[in-house]
């Protein structure tokens, strides 16, 4: 009867949790490996055009990731033709080099923070494009193939505090 009871309360705390995810997807990576060449493309319309959200890249990776960073470009394209473009770089390993993220296996999830209290502020289409901008060091070609990255994401979430 105690674990029954137990059970009834784990799941009514997941049920009850509020969520205040608004977009999550994630695209996987054929045979986990992302080419430079391939744009990972996320599509949206947000309904709210005045409250502020938080964007988080999610990646997960294998243990055939070879690097303790990642380097990616991000452009948010507006549906007014509008768009931002930026450069960001990511750790991926602590200074050990133990992979760092969430997972009891090998494959480890990541939940990299993009962009905070961002008011999506024109109605229709938004575009997010997310390309791997890789390059070992001293080289001016990028990573070819960038082996280890088995699935890429993109998560917005409301703010808890609107004001």
Not at 48 to 75: A, E, H, K, P
Not at 112 to 124: A, D, M, R
Request: one cysteine or more; hydrophobic letters at 35%; aromatic letters at 10%.
């Amino acid at each position: 009867m105690r674990k029954i009871c137990l059970a009834i309360l784990v799941v009514s705390l997941i049920v009850s949790c509020s969520n205040n995810a608004t977009f999550d997807v994630y695209k996987s990576m054929p045979n986990s490996v992302w080419h430079k060449d391939s744009i990972v493309n996320f599509k949206f319309n947000p309904v709210d055009t005045i409250s502020r959200n938080n964007l988080f890249i999610n990646l997960r990776n294998n243990n055939d990731y070879q690097y303790s960073n990642l380097f990616i470009i991000v452009d948010i394209n507006f549906p007014n033709n509008t768009s931002f473009i930026d450069t960001l770089e990511y750790e991926m390993t602590d200074a050990q080099g133990k992979f760092l993220g969430e997972g009891l296996t090998d494959l480890k999830e990541n939940i990299l923070e993009y962009k905070t209290n961002v008011i999506f502020p024109v109605t229709g289409e938004y575009n997010i494009n997310i390309q791997q901008a890789m390059r070992k060091s001293g080289a001016v070609e990028g990573i070819t193939d960038l082996e280890g990255v088995t699935d890429v994401g993109l998560r917005i979430e409301k703010t808890q505090n609107n004001d």
